[in-house]
Structures are given as C-alpha cells and as structure tokens.
C-alpha cells in the first residue's frame, strides 16, 4: 500500500481531484452552486475529441482502403478486358493479312496460268553482314522449294533462293551481281542485263547494262524479264529513272528503280515451277 502512495498513478489521481475541487470552488464562488456532470463533461472533452478523432480518422482509412481495393478491381477488369480486345485486334490483323496474302496469289495465278507459286512465304531473317541484303524465309524443300527458284511479289521480281533446308531458304536479291537476269522493255522489247551494282543499292535502283546506243529506251520505261531458264517471261523488274551513254560510247546502260525493295519486303511467294525451267537436278 505505501508503494502505490508513492507511485505516479497517486500523484497523477490527487491532482485529478485537485482540479476538480478547484473547479468546484469555482463554481462557488463565482455562481454559487456547482454542477458535478458538468464539471465531469468538461474534464472528459479532451478525451472525447481525442476519441472523435480516432474514429473519424479510422473511418477515413476505411473508406479510403476500401476505395482502394474497389479500383484495384476495377482497374484489373479494364486491364482484362483491353488484353483481350488487344488478342482480337491482333487476330483480326493476322487474319486480314492472311486474306491479303491469298488474295494475292489468286490474282498471280490467274495472271500467270502456266505458272506454280508456292503458299505465301515470310522473311524471317535478314543476313546483316551481306551488302546486297539477302535474307532468310520460312519454306524449304518440304514445300517445294528449290535451288535457283525465282521469287517474287504480287508488284515484282525480287531474287533467287540460293541454298534450302527442309524448312528455310536463303534468298539473293536483285542488288547482288551474281544475279544476272534477261530483260526487255515492256514498250519496245529492248533487251539487256539487270545486275547490280553496290553504289545503288541505298536507292532501290539496280543497272541495265549491254542496251545498244540506238536502243528505244527512256525514262519512265517499264522493264520487266524477257524468259528463260531461269526466270518466266513478263516478271516486273521496275521502272527506268535514267538512260546514259557508256564511257566507251559504243553502248548505254539504264537505272531502274526496282518496284519491289528487297529490304522492305515481308511477304512474298517461289516461282516453284514454269514452262522452260531449267532442272536445278540436272548436272
């Protein structure tokens, strides 16, 4: 019992009843009557706001975290529903691809009738280090692909498959010089020999070279190939941006803007067989 005399709780309990008799003399003094309720309502208000404010702030918590939660699953159902609208865009996209690729080739057969094309072919990878951009696609042999093959697009010439595996073929294009191929003007049947020429391959453009210096041949021209063992007649090859005599002056050569640019293309299609083609087999 002494202890609990000398500890704070009694020191702390005397000067609560201090201040209350403090009040009540007071209220004596000044009034002449005292009231204990009040006096109690008054000593307790501090305690009251500080439980006020607990509550309310609590409440705001509540509230807040419970918003909080309430958007977290709002924001999970948009981002649900946006994926799946994102899958269908996609899909859609493939699909119109799809439909354009076929499209496509509809319209190659019909254009070339004794001609064999190949499914619709994609690029899958380009070849970095060579500077005349060959590039890899997604067919092989299992899909009848063969060496010296030539490929093309619905606009155009744009190489030959050099090299296959049973599911991948390496295509040189049109910049490189190996790929020496036979053309005529469309408008005048002027022959040449499109090869290509490092200097002009930043421009999509390739030479026509051997065109005798009489030869009817202008800008604008469209050039496309005469026919052979290689290449079926009356594949595009571009459009002549410029004519100019040879050093020599015996002879002239022309620039042609190829219609198909090697580097862009993403799609395209192998010539798998045609009237006149050379047997890659044969010795």
């Given at each position: 019992m002494k202890?609990?005399?000398?500890?704070?709780?009694?020191?702390?309990?005397?000067?609560?009843?201090?201040?209350?008799?403090?009040?009540?003399?007071?209220?004596?003094?000044?009034e002449g009557s005292f009231d204990l309720t009040a006096i109690f309502s008054y000593a307790s208000t501090p305690f009251s706001k500080v439980s006020t404010d607990i509550e309310s702030g609590f409440s705001d918590w509540l509230s807040a975290f419970t918003n909080?939660?309430?958007?977290?699953?709002?924001?999970?159902?948009?981002?649900?529903?946006?994926?799946?609208?994102?899958?269908?865009m996609s899909d859609y996209d493939d699909i119109k691809r799809e439909?354009?690729?076929?499209?496509?080739?509809?319209?190659?057969k019909e254009r070339y009738e004794d001609i064999t094309f190949s499914r619709p072919c994609d690029v899958i990878a380009r070849t970095v280090a060579d500077p005349y951009l060959s590039f890899t696609i997604d067919s092989g042999t299992d899909d009848g692909i063969a060496p010296f093959d030539p490929?093309?697009?619905?606009n155009g010439l744009?190489?030959?498959?050099?090299?296959?595996?049973?599911?991948?073929?390496?295509?040189?294009?049109?910049?490189?010089?190996?790929?020496?191929?036979?053309?005529?003007?469309?408008?005048?049947?002027?022959?040449?020999?499109?090869?290509?020429?490092?200097?002009?391959?930043?421009?999509?453009?390739?030479r026509m070279n051997y065109i005798d210096k009489a030869a009817d041949i202008v800008v604008g021209d469209v050039i496309e190939t005469e026919g052979s063992e290689m290449y079926p007649p009356g594949q595009i090859i571009g459009i002549v941006t410029a004519?100019?005599?040879?050093?020599?002056?015996?002879?002239?050569?022309?620039?042609?803007?190829?219609?198909?640019?090697?580097?862009?293309?993403?799609?395209?299609?192998?010539?798998?067989?045609f009237n006149g083609q050379a047997d890659a087999s044969a010795p």
């Open positions: 202890d609990f005399f000398s500890s704070g709780k009694f020191k702390i309990l005397i000067g609560l009843c201090a201040v209350i008799i403090g009040m009540m003399v007071f209220s004596l003094i000044n909080a939660e309430k958007n977290k699953l709002e924001n999970e159902t948009l981002k649900a529903q946006l994926d799946a609208l994102y899958k269908r439909n354009e690729e076929l499209q496509a080739l509809l319209g190659l490929v093309v697009t619905e744009v190489g030959t498959v050099t090299s296959v595996t049973r599911t991948t073929s390496t295509i040189q294009t049109l910049y490189s010089p190996k790929s020496a191929v036979s053309v005529r003007v469309s408008r005048s049947l002027v022959r040449g020999i499109i090869e290509g020429d490092i200097k002009l391959v930043d421009s999509a453009t390739v004519v100019t005599i040879e050093d020599n002056g015996l002879a002239k050569f022309a620039e042609v803007k190829l219609l198909v640019d090697p580097e862009k293309v993403s799609s395209l299609y192998v010539i798998t067989k």
